[in-house]
């Protein structure tokens, strides 16, 4: 089984600044991806960022050029660090963990952290 360590959500005034952190641990195979997913009331869960064993970065386009994932791979730890905030950017954001062993797809979700925008 996985577990998360998710650290970070708080309350912050528009234009701020907000690192939100998650660590993983369990039995994790090398190759993974990890993201962050927010899910804001009243609508769906979408992908915010994430970063693959290799480095390889996506983002949701509404935060390209403001947040930026970043990765500890001994340690199965992702940050997220976001600058100037939006009111929109308001959710509760989730660690993801996503392989692939034996042709069978995982994906373990934390529960969550709140990062609220607001002045």
């Known amino acids: 089984q996985v577990r998360f360590v998710e650290s970070g959500g708080d309350l912050v005034l528009p234009g701020g600044s907000l690192k939100i952190s998650c660590a993983a641990s369990?039995?994790?195979?090398?190759?993974?991806?990890m993201g962050w997913y927010r899910q804001a009331a009243g609508k769906q869960r979408e992908l915010v960022a994430s970063?693959?064993?290799?480095?390889?970065?996506k983002y949701q386009d509404s935060v390209k050029g403001r947040f930026t994932i970043s990765r500890d791979y001994r340690k199965h730890a992702i940050d997220l660090q976001m600058n100037n905030l939006k009111p929109e950017d308001t959710a509760i954001y989730y660690c993801?963990?996503?392989?692939?062993?034996?042709?069978?797809?995982?994906?373990?979700w934390g529960q969550g952290t709140q990062v609220t925008v607001s002045s």
């Open positions: 970063i693959n064993s290799i480095g390889t970065t």
């Open positions: 369990g039995v994790i195979p090398t190759i993974n991806t």
């Open positions: 993801n963990l996503y392989y692939e062993f034996e042709d069978r797809d995982y994906t373990y």
